[in-house]
């Protein structure tokens, strides 16, 4: 259970949007539905409407992350966040296979998007003139995003948006200078909300090496045990940070359920969690919930989290 608290599903009163981010260090955020029923997961009065106003209000920023995945950022906490995740690698090799080439690369997105605010990746491709298409278009804002030159915006219309962060956020994001003092927190902020932990799964989840998550761990002091709420239920959503936190949840998913909960290809799906353990897969069509558990479960168990689920999504059930 000392994962279910220190990742927020016993659900504390009063937390904010940003203080939800804050507190998990980075929210998943590949998949915005999802992202928003992990808050959702994490508290009974959150709102959609309440996570698009921190967005749209820059308390939370959605950029790319630990391990070079999308994540919801606090916006102070960009600086050192960026010192240690930005990666220009990967990108780099990414652009080339898209053709993407050239020496002036950077200061090409950068033009596109000073003062335009959000654009489409249409728009934007369209701003670039040719110098970038489809996929290639993403991975150039990437490379701009490494120089803490870019952001995203909210979605429009279901699509994503991509902003200049000195429009979004009124300046670059400036890394921090101090890696020490970076690592220390992102150790004791990590070890805080993923408990219990190891420097390999900080390494896993951050994508630095294992050496600086050790060096992390050395700097950092334990952050104690939090406090048991009691039974919990909850109906996480596909990416949550619960299942991707740690190098390994064996420990919490059956094994001989594994491949319903990743089967392959990068998927991970929504999981009934009960008493911090896996015991099932949902999946849900506009408002209608489908459970699949992996064994009997009792009469009444899930009425209320089926019921906060269509709450959250705009379904109120019948009657």
Known sequence: MRSVEAQLLHRPPGLGAGEVVRHLLALQAQDVPAAHLAFRARSATLTVSDVEAAWRGREIVRTWGPRGTLHFVHVDDLPWMHALTRRETSTLR???????????????????????????????????AGRARGQGVVHLVALAAFH?????????????????????LGAPVRPEPDRERALAELALRYRRAHQPSTPEDLAAWSGLSLGEARAGWRLSADPGTPAADGPVVR?????????????SRDPIVPAGHARAVFPGGGILRPVLLVDGQVAGVWARRGGDVTVTPFGDLPPGLLDDELADVRRFLGRPLPG
Request: glycine share 12%; proline share 7%.
């Open 235 to 247: 109906l996480a959503p596909a990416f949550d940070e619960y299942l991707l936190g740690w190098r």
């Open 94 to 128: 990414r652009l080339r296979q898209e053709g993407v080439t050239g020496d002036d690369l950077l200061p090409l997105i950068d033009r596109a998007l000073t003062g335009q605010g959000p654009l489409t990746k249409a728009e934007l491709e369209e701003r670039l």
């Open 148 to 168: 803490g030159l870019a952001v995203l915006g909210p979605l429009r219309a279901g699509k994503p948006t991509y902003v200049h962060a000195a429009d979004w």
